[in-house]
């Protein structure tokens, strides 16, 4: 009677093996070692590890296999939370910074130890492209290019949009009246405002800006 092979467990047998057969099957990894057979003449389903014409073969075979090393089933997630970590305090202190630069940075008033110097009205229209910059009671800036309303605000309604600005001070920049000065009257506006509106004219081409500084009583 030849020799019969089955996998651990299967109801399906593999008949009409030899015992070479079967070795080579170990071999070339056909077969496990924990896989049964039944040799000529037994009756009885046993590993081929423990069947004693295979044993000594299954042996060689598990001592000359790498070992297997079980692979992880789950992720390591401390070095993302690590990173992730980083990046919260990172961003909790930069937003905090940039709060507290927003409150204690004053506003431009445009007042110095110097002594201001003194221009007349004529020549304030004459000389200097004039820039109002006021805002409601809401914080909404109004601004007003030569006393006349220009809308120079983004598309939230807030906050000023530079390209507008340039828009609106090109034309007093260019032909033989031109004006290279402005004097900028900022009242009750952010500091943001002023720098934004600040950019924007020396980008249009204004060299200089100045701010007006109210006339003392008597003087």
């Given at each position: 009677?030849?020799?019969?092979v089955r996998h651990e467990g299967?109801?399906?047998?593999?008949?009409?093996?030899?015992?070479?057969?079967?070795?080579?099957?170990?071999?070339?990894?056909?077969?496990?070692?924990?896989?049964?057979?039944?040799?000529?003449?037994?009756?009885?389903?046993?590993?081929?590890?423990?069947?004693?014409?295979?044993?000594?073969?299954?042996?060689?075979?598990?001592?000359?296999?790498?070992?297997?090393?079980?692979?992880?089933?789950?992720?390591?997630?401390?070095?993302?939370?690590?990173?992730?970590?980083?990046?919260?305090?990172?961003?909790?202190?930069?937003?905090?910074?940039?709060?507290?630069?927003?409150?204690?940075?004053?506003?431009?008033?445009?007042?110095?130890?110097?002594?201001?110097?003194?221009?007349?009205?004529?020549?304030?229209?004459?000389?200097?492209?004039?820039?109002?910059?006021?805002?409601?009671?809401?914080?909404?800036?109004?601004?007003?290019?030569?006393?006349?309303?220009?809308?120079?605000?983004?598309?939230?309604?807030?906050?000023?949009?530079?390209?507008?600005?340039?828009?609106?001070?090109?034309?007093?920049?260019?032909?033989?009246?031109?004006?290279?000065?402005?004097?900028?009257?900022?009242?009750?506006?952010?500091?943001?405002?002023?720098?934004?509106?600040?950019?924007?004219?020396?980008?249009?081409?204004?060299?200089?800006?100045?701010?007006?500084?109210?006339?003392?009583?008597?003087?």
């Amino acid at each position: 009677m030849p020799w019969q092979v089955r996998h651990e467990g299967s109801p399906q047998v593999v008949r009409d093996l030899t015992l070479q057969q079967i070795v080579d099957g170990l071999r070339d990894g056909l077969w496990e070692t924990t896989d049964e057979v039944v040799g000529p003449g037994e009756t009885r389903w046993q590993p081929i590890e423990s069947h004693p014409q295979l044993a000594d073969v299954a042996m060689d075979l598990e001592d000359l296999r790498p070992p297997r090393h079980q692979e992880a089933t789950s992720l390591d997630m401390n070095a993302l939370i690590d990173v992730c970590l980083v990046l919260l305090i990172f961003f909790i202190l930069t937003t905090s910074y940039a709060n507290l630069v927003q409150k204690v940075v004053p506003m431009a008033t445009g007042r110095s130890e110097a002594k201001a110097r003194a221009v007349k009205a004529q020549d304030v229209r004459k000389q200097y492209i004039q820039v109002e910059a006021v805002a409601d009671k809401n914080g909404k800036p109004t601004v007003r290019v030569q006393l006349q309303p220009v809308d120079v605000l983004a598309a939230d309604g807030k906050t000023i949009d530079a390209a507008k600005v340039k828009t609106a001070l090109q034309p007093y920049l260019r032909g033989e009246d031109r004006k290279t000065e402005m004097i900028l009257d900022a009242r009750g506006v952010s500091w943001e405002t002023v720098i934004q509106i600040q950019d924007a004219a020396r980008s249009a081409g204004v060299q200089k800006i100045r701010y007006p500084v109210a006339a003392k009583a008597g003087g």
